[in-house]
């Protein structure tokens, strides 16, 4: 590998499922993506798939100027930012789709730019499924300088970008948006547990449901795989439990009350309890099969 920096390349570091999604819709642009991921099944799949693994997390660094993180946490971000930040090139952008604490990726920003390393937090609303086939949409917080400078990677993922401000604000409001998509899975989920206790046909229920104003977006997906017990992950129950704890957590910080998460995050726990945390999060619905 050279240690030419290629602007037709873009590192990856993280490629579990929604990672993986995003390095197919990088390749289809046209990009060269070079991942690391530290699970060798990972690596794996992402060299099946036409990615270029390395070996070593730096060589990401050394490899591309735009660098996509695609991590479970602020964490795991923060860990990965201190072992590639000697390789990091002047003018490099990173790139951060995780769904992380506003609050320390500001603070990560700051830091980074001291280096003049620009930091944009593309927060993906849509799972790895809906990620895949172009239709996720991205919420970014930063400059308008560093988002054209990343635009070009961004738009291979999707043609919706919103720009909602600052460092830290795409973060913010995915977390907007996943209280009520949580929330929205959460309430169908009881429908069906409900219509089934009525001893109605769940494929008419379904139907009907989508039918009228009850309908919202979740249904289209999760419907049918909470009818037929399919879940097969798109996104992890367990991360999204882990988003619902981060929506209070930001919640008390704006000493505010969020009534209807805290039941949410009850039942996701639950479920998680039972061993199913790495099931698809519509298996939320087997908190009422308890």
Not at 88 to 113: C, M
Request: net charge negative; with cysteine; hydrophobic share 45%.
């Amino acid at each position: 590998m050279s240690a030419e920096k290629d602007s037709g390349t873009v590192g990856l570091i993280g490629i579990g499922l929604l990672g993986t999604a995003l390095a197919e819709r990088l390749m289809e642009a046209g990009f060269s993506v070079w991942g690391y991921d530290r699970a060798a099944a990972a690596m794996h799949r992402f060299s099946e798939i036409g990615g270029q693994p390395v070996l070593r997390i730096r060589d990401v660094a050394i490899a591309a100027s735009r660098i996509v993180l695609c991590l479970p946490d602020s964490d795991c971000v923060e860990e990965v930012v201190v072992r590639i930040i000697p390789a990091l090139k002047a003018g490099t952008v990173l790139i951060d789709t995780t769904t992380g604490e506003p609050g320390r990726t500001r603070t990560l920003a700051d830091r980074l730019a001291t280096a003049d390393i620009a930091l944009l937090d593309a927060s993906v609303l849509g799972s790895s499924e809906v990620t895949r086939s172009g239709d996720a949409t991205l919420l970014v917080g930063g400059t308008p300088q560093d988002l054209n400078r990343s635009r070009p990677v961004l738009e291979a993922v999707s043609s919706k970008i919103h720009h909602v401000g600052p460092v830290g604000s795409g973060q913010e409001m995915k977390l907007v948006a996943n209280l009520v998509l949580g929330l929205n899975r959460a309430a169908l989920a009881e429908g069906l547990h409900f219509a089934k206790t009525l001893e109605l046909n769940l494929n008419v229920v379904l139907e009907v449901l989508q039918s009228g104003a009850a309908w919202s977006r979740v249904m289209d997906v999760k419907g049918r795989k909470m009818i037929d017990e399919d879940f097969a992950p798109q996104a992890r129950l367990s991360q999204h439990l882990k988003d619902v704890r981060l929506i209070l957590q930001q919640a008390a910080t704006a000493e505010t009350s969020l009534p209807l998460s805290e039941v949410h995050r009850r039942l996701l726990e639950q479920v998680a309890a039972a061993g199913d945390g790495d099931l698809d999060n519509s298996a939320v619905i087997r908190a009422w099969n308890a």
